[in-house]
């Protein structure tokens, strides 16, 4: 079965820009999670979905970040108003339901010029 | 608050040479315990996990981790390097509440010379 896929791999935008990143858990997973990676760093927790509900938004990092996840699978992130700051590789990853094995997606390089 | 260290944030070894990347923890209860792997462009890859019972856990590729509550230590070890190990290794504990998001170390690249 397929894994975690993300779209776009790679995003360049330029500052005050909108951009959507997304997500396609692994099929029947119902905990779904995002994290940045900035460089030279390890990753850090944005937001966490149990179905279709943000159980724990608590890692984003201000209000211009938002995330949905309207079916209970597919996610997108979502920034406005992106700042050079933003840049960072964003990470999905899904499990079956909390507290089992995370299995991550290959990421989206976003670079806000 | 939980936290990781990864005290190395560069390491270099020959091929065939042993390895060992260091880890701390810092929690409060039982850790939930992980090392991932990183290769270029690839996603993370779970190399092994540590959760209760036996402290020496075996994981994939040939890697190994034990746990040292004394220490507060999962330091993940492999006999014998291959070239293809090069890569960024994490290690990261699962934190409190019911969201069991992962916190992470900063972590350790590793070079294989030939």
């Known amino acids: 079965g397929a894994g975690v896929s993300q779209t776009p791999s790679n995003k360049v935008t330029e500052k005050g820009k909108y951009v959507e990143l997304r997500c396609d858990p692994i099929?029947?997973?119902?905990?779904l999670y995002w994290y940045r990676q900035s460089l030279g760093q390890g990753p850090e927790f944005l937001i966490y979905f149990q179905g279709t509900g943000a159980a724990d938004d608590s890692g984003l990092p201000n209000d211009r970040f938002f995330a949905v996840r309207p079916e209970g699978s597919v996610s997108t992130l979502k920034i406005q108003r992106t700042e050079r700051g933003d840049s960072a590789v964003y990470l999905c990853?899904?499990?079956?339901?909390?507290?089992?094995?995370?299995?991550f997606g290959p990421g989206t390089r976003l670079t806000v010029l | 608050a939980q936290s990781v260290t990864q005290p190395d944030i560069h390491i270099t070894v020959s091929e065939g040479a042993s390895l060992e990347l260091r880890c701390n923890y810092s929690?409060?209860?039982?850790?939930?315990l992980f090392w991932y792997v990183q290769s270029p462009g690839q996603g993370l890859q779970l190399l092994l996990k540590y959760f209760s019972g036996d402290t020496l856990v075996q994981g994939i590729k040939g890697f190994e981790a034990e746990f040292k509550r004394s220490q507060s230590s999962f330091n993940l070890r492999k006999p014998s390097v291959h070239w293809s190990d090069a890569a960024e290794y994490f290690c990261?504990?699962?934190?409190?509440?019911?969201?069991?998001?992962?916190?992470w170390g900063l972590g350790t690249s590793l070079a294989v010379n030939p």
């Open positions: 929690y409060g209860a039982t850790p939930y």
């Open positions: 990853a899904s499990s079956l339901t909390v507290g089992n094995e995370q299995f």
């Open positions: 099929s029947g997973h119902t905990a």
């Open positions: 990261a504990v699962e934190g409190d509440g019911n969201n069991r998001k992962l916190i």
